[in-house]
């Protein structure tokens, strides 16, 4: 069966423009095989509408941190131990590793935070967005990316363990 | 207040984590194929739906107390039939034993059949890894590495290109070795379901999905030794609903000979890193010895 000429086509738009989609997507569900099925997701939902959408980039842009900040992966936890398997627990451990889980300490944290936060930090820090543009992606206001970050931030720090004098306040007041 | 050098490091990780990683290929046959399925099961289900009404309706009409459920079964059966078939050739089996002895993963792509076994001990460590992979020219390469011994050997020779599996409907045990292939488990569940031997039994929750149930409970002779009466076997299938592929699937049986296993699946798309996984690393320091013979 021979290839339908609009995929090919949509296919050069993902080699040139792909990449970006790809990595925003790594960072929102942590590893590189659920950042691809995050943007085959984004592209089913292109497929109908591809080619007559005018911004197909921003198109799968939205709809990738949307489908991001509502949970998409919720369902996947199972794959963990995949990744365990895949790499961690049976791949070489040089003597560099453990220099590079320290440098991507804060990426693996992110993980840790509620969807649409992490969505918003990535937006934010990794995009470099302003407010008003992250909030214009994520079909939101500005306050709300506003406090979405802010409390993102300061969970990642604790998480982080730079701010210890915070998190122990904060789990007094948890305690009480 | 959150400072800039914070957020200049996260910056920094972010780009770190990111960086070298090249755009995408393939997803749009990928991203083409999982919408077709997924419009073909809404179809479907939504078919379900109206077949269980008429169904009922009719029940309800006659005064009789026909199985509502009976006219749904073979539709469903279909439509599983249907999806597992595609799922043979186009996605990744991950079954995880509910024991926790052993996670498989099995793919039969275009170059031929490939499977990868972990192995855990009863505290769950891992104990060894068999990867299984026969071309379609018939090349078998089979790669074993033991953790205990710390050492691996691999084995390969070429046989004849693979048949198609041909299990007859007495042979639908659900029993999956080391050399079990995607196409040996997709034939043992179609043969499953073209016996006839499935009947519906509801839903049931698994992984937070209300899975369909399917049954099948058979009478074999599965040792002449222990079985001479004959065995009860006991099949299930749960499946997703949305997709038509199973979840879970276990067998039970009152013969010494068939120890039951319960099997959760997952079905993943062949992107590279899931590809990745049917392959076997040896770790390093571990030693090749000859394989046994």
């Known amino acids: 069966m021979a290839a339908d000429p609009r995929d090919a086509e949509l296919e050069r738009f993902l080699a040139e423009r792909g990449g970006h989609l790809l990595r925003a997507a790594m960072l929102l569900t942590g590893s590189r095989e659920a950042g691809e099925d995050l943007v085959q997701a984004a592209l089913e939902r292109l497929l109908p509408r591809w080619p007559t959408i005018e911004d197909p980039e921003g198109y799968l842009h939205r709809t990738i941190y949307n489908l991001a900040a509502d949970g998409w992966r919720r369902r996947f936890r199972w794959r963990a131990r995949a990744a365990l398997l895949g790499s961690g627990a049976l791949s070489s451990a040089p003597d560099g590793s453990a220099q590079v889980e320290q440098r991507d300490e804060l990426v693996r944290l992110l993980l840790r935070l509620p969807p649409a936060q992490r969505a918003a930090i990535v937006l934010r820090y990794w995009e470099d967005l302003s407010e008003a543009e992250a909030a214009d992606v994520l079909g939101c206001s500005a306050s709300t990316v506003r406090s979405a970050t802010s409390r993102g931030l300061r969970r990642l720090r604790e998480l982080s363990g730079a701010e210890p004098a915070v998190v122990a306040a904060d789990q007094r007041g948890t305690a009480q | ?293």
Request: proline share 6%; with cysteine.
């Open chain 2, 1 to 293: 207040m959150i400072g800039t050098e914070f957020t200049d490091r996260l910056r920094e990780e972010m780009r770190h984590a990111t960086a070298g990683v090249p755009a995408p290929a393939g997803l749009v046959r990928r991203a083409r194929r999982g919408r077709r399925r997924r419009i073909v099961t809404r179809v479907g289900a939504a078919c379900a739906a109206a077949a269980v009404a008429v169904a009922g309706a009719a029940v309800a009409s006659q005064g009789t107390s026909r199985d509502p459920g009976a006219y749904t079964t073979a539709f469903v059966v279909r439509h599983v039939e249907s999806a597992v078939a595609a799922a043979g050739t186009d996605e990744i089996a991950y079954l995880h034993a509910a024991n926790g002895l052993r996670d498989l993963w099995l793919y039969g792509g275009p170059q031929g059949q490939s499977a990868r076994t972990a192995l855990f001990s009863p505290a769950g460590q891992l104990a060894g890894e068999v990867g299984y992979t026969v071309t379609t020219a018939g090349l078998d390469t089979t790669t074993v590495v033991s953790f205990a011994t710390k050492t691996w050997w691999q084995r390969s020779y070429q046989g004849s290109p693979p048949q198609a599996p041909k299990p007859s409907c007495d042979s639908f045990l659900g029993i999956i070795s080391l050399n079990s292939s995607l196409a040996d488990v997709v034939a043992d569940i179609r043969q499953g379901l073209a016996c006839g031997a499935l009947k519906d039994e509801g839903t049931q929750y698994v992984d937070g999905i209300n899975a369909l149930k399917l049954v099948s409970v058979q009478t074999l002779r599965l040792s002449p030794d222990t079985d001479a009466a004959g065995a009860t076997v006991t099949r299930t299938l749960w499946v997703d609903p949305a997709t038509y592929l199973p979840v879970r699937m276990a067998t039970t049986s009152t013969s010494p000979s068939l120890v039951g296993t319960t099997w959760d699946i997952k079905w993943l798309p062949p992107t590279s890193a899931n590809l990745a996984l049917l392959t076997v690393t040896i770790p390093p320091g571990f030693t090749r010895v000859a394989p046994p013979h």
